[in-house]
């Protein structure tokens, strides 16, 4: 079946939403954030900046040498 432009668009920030939650619990859970609303922000901040992105790569070139 194939998504409309809207319902694509819903898909994918419902996606980035739940990418943002589970990567704040675990910046909160790790001692980095004061609440899980301040890690959410910093998992936002840091998939909008593509600094996500660059660590990923990174581990992704230490975890294959």
Known sequence: AELSGEATLAA?????????????????????????????????LAISSLAARDTLERYRRFSCS
């Open 12 to 44: 994918a920030q419902a996606f980035s939403g739940f990418v943002a939650l589970n990567a704040g619990a675990a910046i909160y859970v790790s001692g980095r954030a004061t609440s899980l609303m301040d890690g959410v922000g910093q998992a936002r």
